[in-house]
Protein backbone atom coordinates (compact mmCIF):
# COMPACT_ATOMS: atom_id res chain seq x y z
CA UNK A 1 0.00 0.00 0.00
CA UNK A 2 1.44 3.50 -1.10
CA UNK A 3 0.70 7.07 0.38
CA UNK A 4 -1.39 7.84 -2.30
CA UNK A 5 -3.71 4.61 -2.00
CA UNK A 6 -3.71 5.64 1.29
CA UNK A 7 -5.16 9.22 1.06
CA UNK A 8 -7.77 8.00 -1.90
CA UNK A 9 -8.85 5.21 0.77
CA UNK A 10 -9.41 8.16 2.94
CA UNK A 11 -11.34 10.26 0.58
CA UNK A 12 -13.56 7.59 -0.49
CA UNK A 13 -14.68 6.98 3.30
CA UNK A 14 -15.11 10.57 4.02
CA UNK A 15 -17.27 10.76 1.24
CA UNK A 16 -19.38 7.21 1.54
CA UNK A 17 -19.78 8.04 5.92
CA UNK A 18 -19.54 11.67 6.27
CA UNK A 19 -17.16 11.91 8.43
CA UNK A 20 -16.64 15.45 8.44
CA UNK A 21 -20.31 16.11 9.79
CA UNK A 22 -19.40 13.41 13.24
CA UNK A 23 -19.69 15.82 16.21
CA UNK A 24 -18.31 15.23 20.10
CA UNK A 25 -19.42 18.25 21.89
CA UNK A 26 -20.89 19.76 19.49
CA UNK A 27 -16.80 20.10 17.59
CA UNK A 28 -16.42 18.56 14.53
CA UNK A 29 -13.89 16.80 15.76
CA UNK A 30 -12.98 14.20 12.51
CA UNK A 31 -11.14 17.38 10.88
CA UNK A 32 -9.29 18.43 13.85
CA UNK A 33 -7.70 14.50 13.93
CA UNK A 34 -7.70 13.60 10.28
CA UNK A 35 -3.45 14.43 9.53
CA UNK A 36 -2.70 12.17 12.65
CA UNK A 37 -5.06 9.53 11.64
CA UNK A 38 -2.97 9.39 8.50
CA UNK A 39 0.26 9.54 10.05
CA UNK A 40 -0.76 6.99 12.66
CA UNK A 41 -1.86 4.20 9.56
CA UNK A 42 1.24 4.75 7.26
CA UNK A 43 3.70 4.40 10.52
CA UNK A 44 1.64 1.05 11.10
CA UNK A 45 1.73 0.12 7.59
CA UNK A 46 5.45 0.60 8.07
CA UNK A 47 5.66 3.07 5.09
CA UNK A 48 7.49 5.69 6.78
CA UNK A 49 9.01 6.05 10.21
CA UNK A 50 6.30 6.97 12.92
CA UNK A 51 7.47 10.57 13.46
CA UNK A 52 9.16 11.37 17.30
CA UNK A 53 7.84 14.95 19.04
CA UNK A 54 9.91 13.94 22.48
CA UNK A 55 12.76 16.19 21.63
CA UNK A 56 10.78 18.72 24.03
CA UNK A 57 12.64 19.48 26.92
CA UNK A 58 10.66 19.34 30.15
CA UNK A 59 12.79 21.25 32.90
CA UNK A 60 12.70 24.21 30.12
CA UNK A 61 8.90 23.96 29.76
CA UNK A 62 8.78 24.65 33.40
CA UNK A 63 11.38 26.98 34.06
CA UNK A 64 9.50 28.74 31.63
CA UNK A 65 6.09 28.55 32.74
CA UNK A 66 7.34 29.86 36.02
CA UNK A 67 8.83 33.27 34.69
CA UNK A 68 5.98 33.64 32.45
CA UNK A 69 4.07 33.54 35.48
CA UNK A 70 6.68 36.19 37.18
CA UNK A 71 6.53 38.55 34.32
CA UNK A 72 2.41 38.28 33.51
CA UNK A 73 1.71 41.55 35.08
CA UNK A 74 4.13 43.01 31.95
CA UNK A 75 3.47 40.80 29.63
CA UNK A 76 -0.25 40.74 30.05
CA UNK A 77 -0.69 44.01 27.94
CA UNK A 78 0.61 41.82 24.57
CA UNK A 79 -3.19 40.52 24.56
CA UNK A 80 -4.34 43.90 23.56
CA UNK A 81 -2.04 44.20 20.32
CA UNK A 82 -4.64 43.10 17.20
CA UNK A 83 -1.65 40.73 15.22
CA UNK A 84 -0.73 37.60 16.22
CA UNK A 85 2.42 35.51 14.77
CA UNK A 86 2.86 31.91 15.38
CA UNK A 87 5.83 30.89 14.94
CA UNK A 88 7.06 27.55 13.05
CA UNK A 89 10.13 25.31 14.25
CA UNK A 90 12.30 25.45 11.49
CA UNK A 91 14.99 28.36 12.52
CA UNK A 92 18.64 30.03 11.93
CA UNK A 93 20.50 31.78 14.23
CA UNK A 94 17.85 31.93 16.45
CA UNK A 95 15.08 33.72 13.75
CA UNK A 96 11.86 31.93 12.92
CA UNK A 97 13.00 32.09 8.33
CA UNK A 98 9.01 31.93 7.84
CA UNK A 99 7.85 34.56 9.57
CA UNK A 100 11.19 37.03 10.73
CA UNK A 101 10.73 39.34 7.82
CA UNK A 102 6.87 39.51 8.98
CA UNK A 103 8.47 40.49 12.13
CA UNK A 104 9.93 43.60 10.61
CA UNK A 105 7.09 44.99 8.56
CA UNK A 106 4.55 44.52 11.39
CA UNK A 107 5.77 46.93 14.73
CA UNK A 108 3.02 45.78 17.18
CA UNK A 109 2.13 41.80 17.14
CA UNK A 110 2.52 39.47 19.57
CA UNK A 111 4.51 36.49 19.05
CA UNK A 112 3.25 33.13 20.36
CA UNK A 113 5.17 30.22 21.40
CA UNK A 114 3.69 27.21 21.09
CA UNK A 115 6.36 25.47 22.88
CA UNK A 116 9.56 26.98 25.00
CA UNK A 117 10.67 23.23 25.30
CA UNK A 118 11.65 23.25 20.78
CA UNK A 119 14.00 25.95 22.36
CA UNK A 120 11.93 29.01 21.45
CA UNK A 121 13.88 32.43 22.97
CA UNK A 122 11.64 34.68 24.94
CA UNK A 123 11.79 38.04 24.16
CA UNK A 124 9.46 41.24 24.80
CA UNK A 125 7.07 40.61 22.18
CA UNK A 126 6.07 37.12 23.11
CA UNK A 127 3.72 35.12 24.87
CA UNK A 128 4.67 31.41 25.90
CA UNK A 129 1.78 28.96 25.41
CA UNK A 130 3.33 26.26 27.78
CA UNK A 131 0.94 27.27 30.55
CA UNK A 132 -2.02 26.77 28.38
CA UNK A 133 -0.43 23.71 26.82
CA UNK A 134 -0.55 22.63 30.62
CA UNK A 135 -4.18 23.12 31.00
CA UNK A 136 -5.24 21.29 27.64
CA UNK A 137 -3.29 17.89 29.80
CA UNK A 138 -5.04 18.71 33.10
CA UNK A 139 -8.28 18.46 30.75
CA UNK A 140 -7.41 14.77 30.21
CA UNK A 141 -7.67 14.04 33.92
CA UNK A 142 -10.92 15.71 34.14
CA UNK A 143 -12.38 13.50 31.39
CA UNK A 144 -14.12 16.54 29.81
CA UNK A 145 -15.77 14.96 26.42
CA UNK A 146 -15.13 11.28 26.98
CA UNK A 147 -14.98 10.49 23.32
CA UNK A 148 -14.45 6.81 24.24
CA UNK A 149 -18.48 6.90 24.54
CA UNK A 150 -19.50 8.53 22.17
CA UNK A 151 -21.21 6.84 19.25
CA UNK A 152 -20.01 8.48 16.34
CA UNK A 153 -16.17 8.21 17.51
CA UNK A 154 -17.03 4.32 17.33
CA UNK A 155 -18.22 4.43 14.27
CA UNK A 156 -15.57 6.31 13.10
CA UNK A 157 -13.04 3.52 14.76
CA UNK A 158 -14.97 1.15 13.71
CA UNK A 159 -14.60 2.09 9.92
CA UNK A 160 -11.11 3.12 10.03
CA UNK A 161 -10.56 -0.34 11.94
CA UNK A 162 -12.17 -2.47 9.39
CA UNK A 163 -10.56 -0.69 6.11
CA UNK A 164 -7.15 -0.82 7.23
CA UNK A 165 -6.92 -4.11 9.15
CA UNK A 166 -5.50 -2.22 12.43
CA UNK A 167 -5.07 -4.06 15.46
CA UNK A 168 -6.84 -3.38 18.91
CA UNK A 169 -4.85 -0.48 20.13
CA UNK A 170 -5.84 1.60 17.22
CA UNK A 171 -9.20 2.69 19.47
CA UNK A 172 -7.40 3.84 22.78
CA UNK A 173 -4.91 5.84 20.19
CA UNK A 174 -7.93 7.10 18.43
CA UNK A 175 -9.71 8.30 21.64
CA UNK A 176 -6.63 9.95 23.20
CA UNK A 177 -5.88 11.77 19.56
CA UNK A 178 -9.23 13.31 19.30
CA UNK A 179 -9.71 14.04 23.21
CA UNK A 180 -6.29 15.72 22.98
CA UNK A 181 -7.11 18.00 19.74
CA UNK A 182 -10.70 18.67 21.75
CA UNK A 183 -8.93 20.00 24.76
CA UNK A 184 -6.53 21.97 22.50
CA UNK A 185 -9.67 23.47 20.62
CA UNK A 186 -11.27 24.06 24.49
CA UNK A 187 -8.31 25.93 25.84
CA UNK A 188 -7.32 27.75 22.86
CA UNK A 189 -10.86 29.02 22.81
CA UNK A 190 -10.33 30.23 26.37
CA UNK A 191 -7.24 32.06 25.73
CA UNK A 192 -8.50 34.04 22.52
CA UNK A 193 -11.68 35.14 24.26
CA UNK A 194 -9.40 37.21 26.73
CA UNK A 195 -7.26 38.55 23.96
CA UNK A 196 -7.75 41.70 21.15
CA UNK A 197 -6.66 39.38 18.39
CA UNK A 198 -8.03 40.37 15.54
CA UNK A 199 -5.73 38.11 13.17
CA UNK A 200 -3.44 35.61 13.64
CA UNK A 201 -0.53 34.29 10.94
CA UNK A 202 0.27 30.69 11.61
CA UNK A 203 3.08 28.85 10.08
CA UNK A 204 1.78 25.06 9.27
CA UNK A 205 -2.24 25.11 10.48
CA UNK A 206 -2.82 21.65 10.52
CA UNK A 207 -0.04 21.62 13.46
CA UNK A 208 -2.22 24.37 15.24
CA UNK A 209 -6.00 23.05 14.10
CA UNK A 210 -7.41 23.67 17.75
CA UNK A 211 -6.35 26.94 17.80
CA UNK A 212 -7.05 27.88 13.99
CA UNK A 213 -10.55 26.24 14.87
CA UNK A 214 -11.50 28.57 17.80
CA UNK A 215 -10.18 31.43 15.71
CA UNK A 216 -12.32 31.08 13.00
CA UNK A 217 -15.40 30.14 15.77
CA UNK A 218 -14.37 33.83 17.15
CA UNK A 219 -14.12 35.17 14.05
CA UNK A 220 -10.53 35.64 14.11
CA UNK A 221 -9.04 36.48 10.68
CA UNK A 222 -6.73 33.30 10.28
CA UNK A 223 -4.01 33.60 7.47
CA UNK A 224 -1.51 30.74 6.97
CA UNK A 225 2.16 31.32 5.28
CA UNK A 226 3.12 28.25 3.22
CA UNK A 227 6.54 26.62 4.45
CA UNK A 228 6.15 23.74 2.50
CA UNK A 229 5.24 21.11 -0.38
CA UNK A 230 2.01 21.04 -1.70
CA UNK A 231 -0.15 18.47 -3.03
CA UNK A 232 -2.89 16.14 -3.76
CA UNK A 233 -1.49 13.58 -1.24
CA UNK A 234 -0.95 15.94 1.31
CA UNK A 235 -4.12 16.10 3.79
CA UNK A 236 -3.27 19.07 5.32
CA UNK A 237 -4.53 20.47 2.25
CA UNK A 238 -6.26 18.32 -0.25
CA UNK A 239 -10.08 18.80 0.68
CA UNK A 240 -11.63 17.61 -2.58
CA UNK A 241 -15.14 16.54 -1.24
CA UNK A 242 -15.51 20.29 1.32
CA UNK A 243 -17.53 22.94 0.39
CA UNK A 244 -15.52 26.37 0.20
CA UNK A 245 -15.08 27.48 2.94
CA UNK A 246 -16.99 25.05 5.07
CA UNK A 247 -14.05 23.55 7.19
CA UNK A 248 -13.91 25.28 10.71
CA UNK A 249 -9.89 24.12 11.22
CA UNK A 250 -8.67 25.60 7.82
CA UNK A 251 -7.38 29.40 7.72
CA UNK A 252 -9.21 31.94 5.83
CA UNK A 253 -6.33 32.98 3.70
CA UNK A 254 -3.20 31.40 2.60
CA UNK A 255 -0.38 32.77 1.38
CA UNK A 256 1.53 30.78 -1.36
CA UNK A 257 5.58 30.72 -2.89
CA UNK A 258 4.89 31.04 -5.67
CA UNK A 259 1.29 30.18 -8.38
CA UNK A 260 2.93 26.60 -8.90
CA UNK A 261 1.53 25.95 -6.00
CA UNK A 262 -2.08 27.14 -6.55
CA UNK A 263 -3.26 24.33 -8.64
CA UNK A 264 -1.33 21.43 -6.06
CA UNK A 265 -4.61 20.56 -4.10
CA UNK A 266 -8.35 21.16 -4.07
CA UNK A 267 -7.86 23.93 -1.18
CA UNK A 268 -11.20 24.40 0.72
CA UNK A 269 -11.46 27.84 0.64
CA UNK A 270 -12.06 30.53 -2.28
CA UNK A 271 -9.17 31.03 -5.53
CA UNK A 272 -9.46 34.56 -4.13
CA UNK A 273 -8.41 34.12 -0.77
CA UNK A 274 -5.40 32.45 -1.89
CA UNK A 275 -2.54 35.04 -2.21
CA UNK A 276 1.16 34.51 -4.09
CA UNK A 277 3.58 36.43 -2.55
CA UNK A 278 6.88 34.66 -2.67
CA UNK A 279 9.49 33.88 0.15
CA UNK A 280 11.41 36.25 1.55
CA UNK A 281 14.10 33.51 3.04
CA UNK A 282 14.35 32.53 -0.29
CA UNK A 283 14.69 35.38 -1.87
CA UNK A 284 17.52 36.81 0.22
CA UNK A 285 19.26 33.72 0.05
CA UNK A 286 19.15 33.50 -3.76
CA UNK A 287 20.79 36.96 -4.37
CA UNK A 288 23.58 36.20 -1.80
CA UNK A 289 24.36 32.92 -4.30
CA UNK A 290 24.08 34.94 -7.62
CA UNK A 291 26.79 36.74 -6.48
CA UNK A 292 28.57 33.79 -5.60
CA UNK A 293 30.72 31.42 -7.54
CA UNK A 294 29.45 27.66 -7.16
CA UNK A 295 32.51 25.95 -5.57
CA UNK A 296 33.98 22.60 -7.29
CA UNK A 297 32.78 20.05 -5.44
CA UNK A 298 31.55 16.10 -6.57
CA UNK A 299 29.92 15.46 -4.08
CA UNK A 300 26.13 14.23 -4.58
CA UNK A 301 23.59 16.11 -1.76
CA UNK A 302 21.21 14.30 -0.06
CA UNK A 303 18.18 15.71 1.16
CA UNK A 304 16.79 13.97 3.95
CA UNK A 305 13.30 13.58 5.73
CA UNK A 306 12.96 11.54 9.14
CA UNK A 307 9.96 9.66 7.84
CA UNK A 308 12.14 7.92 4.57
CA UNK A 309 15.34 7.80 6.56
CA UNK A 310 15.80 3.88 6.17
CA UNK A 311 15.25 4.23 2.43
CA UNK A 312 17.29 6.88 1.50
CA UNK A 313 20.04 5.49 4.09
CA UNK A 314 19.99 1.96 2.26
CA UNK A 315 20.10 3.92 -1.15
CA UNK A 316 22.93 5.32 -0.49
CA UNK A 317 24.48 2.23 0.52
CA UNK A 318 23.36 0.88 -2.72
CA UNK A 319 24.55 3.35 -4.59
CA UNK A 320 28.58 3.12 -3.54
CA UNK A 321 29.00 -0.52 -3.79
CA UNK A 322 28.63 0.09 -7.35
CA UNK A 323 30.84 2.58 -7.45
CA UNK A 324 33.37 3.61 -4.93
CA UNK A 325 34.48 6.91 -6.17
CA UNK A 326 30.69 8.12 -5.15
CA UNK A 327 30.58 11.12 -2.37
CA UNK A 328 27.61 12.04 -0.52
CA UNK A 329 26.78 15.07 1.80
CA UNK A 330 23.98 13.94 3.81
CA UNK A 331 21.45 16.61 5.29
CA UNK A 332 19.58 15.16 8.05
CA UNK A 333 16.34 16.81 8.56
CA UNK A 334 16.15 18.72 12.09
CA UNK A 335 14.05 16.33 13.58
CA UNK A 336 16.18 13.61 12.42
CA UNK A 337 17.97 10.76 14.34
CA UNK A 338 21.48 11.52 14.27
CA UNK A 339 22.52 8.26 15.91
CA UNK A 340 20.54 5.86 13.44
CA UNK A 341 22.45 7.76 10.95
CA UNK A 342 26.09 7.88 11.81
CA UNK A 343 25.54 4.03 13.49
CA UNK A 344 24.63 3.04 9.80
CA UNK A 345 27.53 4.92 8.06
CA UNK A 346 29.53 3.15 10.88
CA UNK A 347 28.97 -0.54 10.62
CA UNK A 348 28.80 -0.18 6.40
CA UNK A 349 32.38 1.14 6.20
CA UNK A 350 30.94 4.64 4.80
CA UNK A 351 31.92 7.23 6.57
CA UNK A 352 34.98 8.26 4.12
CA UNK A 353 32.22 8.19 0.96
CA UNK A 354 29.76 9.99 3.02
CA UNK A 355 29.84 13.31 5.45
CA UNK A 356 26.87 13.96 7.95
CA UNK A 357 25.42 17.32 8.11
CA UNK A 358 23.22 18.18 10.76
CA UNK A 359 19.93 19.44 10.13
CA UNK A 360 19.80 22.91 11.67
CA UNK A 361 22.77 23.50 9.15
CA UNK A 362 21.79 26.68 7.02
CA UNK A 363 21.14 24.48 3.71
CA UNK A 364 22.20 27.59 1.49
CA UNK A 365 25.55 27.21 2.41
CA UNK A 366 25.15 23.28 0.80
CA UNK A 367 23.37 24.61 -2.21
CA UNK A 368 26.43 26.68 -2.63
CA UNK A 369 28.80 23.96 -2.97
CA UNK A 370 26.68 21.44 -4.42
CA UNK A 371 25.72 20.89 -8.35
CA UNK A 372 23.99 17.83 -7.66
CA UNK A 373 20.83 17.05 -4.82
CA UNK A 374 18.64 13.33 -4.47
CA UNK A 375 15.41 13.71 -2.21
CA UNK A 376 12.29 11.69 -2.58
CA UNK A 377 9.93 14.72 -1.05
CA UNK A 378 10.53 18.00 0.29
CA UNK A 379 10.26 21.68 -0.11
CA UNK A 380 14.21 21.96 0.41
CA UNK A 381 14.34 19.96 -3.87
CA UNK A 382 12.08 23.14 -5.21
CA UNK A 383 14.50 25.41 -3.26
CA UNK A 384 17.68 23.58 -4.18
CA UNK A 385 16.86 23.29 -7.59
CA UNK A 386 15.52 26.96 -7.69
CA UNK A 387 19.48 27.57 -7.05
CA UNK A 388 20.46 25.72 -10.15
CA UNK A 389 21.08 22.09 -8.32
CA UNK A 390 20.47 19.19 -10.88
CA UNK A 391 17.64 17.31 -8.67
CA UNK A 392 17.28 13.36 -8.23
CA UNK A 393 13.66 11.95 -7.23
CA UNK A 394 14.53 8.25 -5.92
CA UNK A 395 11.19 6.06 -6.14
CA UNK A 396 10.53 5.58 -2.67
CA UNK A 397 7.10 5.85 -1.09
CA UNK A 398 5.96 9.24 -1.22
CA UNK A 399 7.98 10.09 -4.50
CA UNK A 400 4.41 10.51 -6.33
CA UNK A 401 4.21 13.86 -4.58
CA UNK A 402 7.01 15.12 -6.95
CA UNK A 403 5.45 13.77 -10.35
CA UNK A 404 4.67 16.88 -11.58
CA UNK A 405 8.30 18.46 -10.53
CA UNK A 406 9.78 15.77 -12.86
CA UNK A 407 7.97 17.70 -15.83
CA UNK A 408 11.18 20.40 -15.49
CA UNK A 409 14.29 20.41 -16.76
CA UNK A 410 17.76 18.85 -14.52
CA UNK A 411 14.89 17.10 -12.67
CA UNK A 412 15.37 13.37 -13.06
CA UNK A 413 13.50 10.14 -11.58
CA UNK A 414 15.95 7.61 -10.13
CA UNK A 415 14.92 3.83 -9.44
CA UNK A 416 18.80 2.38 -9.10
CA UNK A 417 22.36 3.07 -9.73
CA UNK A 418 22.09 3.10 -13.66
CA UNK A 419 19.53 5.76 -13.19
CA UNK A 420 21.84 7.68 -10.92
CA UNK A 421 24.77 7.12 -12.97
CA UNK A 422 22.46 8.34 -15.93
CA UNK A 423 21.30 11.82 -14.46
CA UNK A 424 25.03 12.48 -13.58
CA UNK A 425 26.39 12.33 -16.49
CA UNK A 426 23.70 14.49 -18.72
CA UNK A 427 24.49 17.87 -19.31
CA UNK A 428 22.44 20.34 -18.04
CA UNK A 429 19.80 22.60 -19.53
CA UNK A 430 18.39 25.92 -18.73
CA UNK A 431 16.19 25.89 -14.98
CA UNK A 432 12.25 27.19 -14.73
CA UNK A 433 11.83 29.59 -11.67
CA UNK A 434 8.26 29.42 -11.38
CA UNK A 435 8.43 27.70 -7.66
CA UNK A 436 8.88 31.39 -6.33
CA UNK A 437 7.63 34.62 -7.39
CA UNK A 438 10.34 36.83 -6.90
CA UNK A 439 10.83 40.44 -5.29
CA UNK A 440 9.24 38.66 -2.07
CA UNK A 441 10.04 41.48 0.63
CA UNK A 442 8.24 43.84 -1.84
CA UNK A 443 5.14 41.78 -1.88
CA UNK A 444 5.37 40.99 1.76
CA UNK A 445 5.48 44.60 2.50
CA UNK A 446 2.75 45.74 0.11
CA UNK A 447 0.30 43.28 1.43
CA UNK A 448 0.57 43.39 4.88
CA UNK A 449 1.21 47.43 5.72
CA UNK A 450 -2.36 47.73 3.81
CA UNK A 451 -4.36 47.37 6.80
CA UNK A 452 -7.70 45.73 5.28
CA UNK A 453 -5.98 43.51 3.00
CA UNK A 454 -5.09 40.61 4.88
Not at 294 to 302: A, D, E, F, H
Not at 370 to 390: M, W
Amino acid sequence: MTPKKIVQKFIKLEKQNKLFEMKVDNIFFYQLIRMQLYSYIVGEKKIYRNQDYSYKNILVIIFNIAKELFFWIKKKKLLDNEVCIIRHGRKLNGRDVYTYYLEKIIKKKTILHQSLGQRNNLDKNSINYDLYTLKKKLLIFLGRSNPDKNKEVKKLIKIFKKAFSLDNNFESKMCDYIQNQLNSYFVAKNFLKNTNFKKIIVVNSYGNLGLIYAANQLNIDTIELQHGDIHQNHLGYHFPKIKINKLKSFPKKLILFGEFWRGKANFPIKNSQIITLGSPYFDENFKKLKKLKKGKNNRVLVLSQQTIQKYLLEFIKTIISNNNNIKFTYKAHPKEDMIIVKKFFTKNNLEKNVKVINGNENIYKLFEKHAIQIGVFSQSLYEGYSCKLKTGIIKFPGWQNMKSFLNYPNVYSIRNYIDFNNMINTPTKNYSSIFYKPNAKKNFNVFFKQKNSF
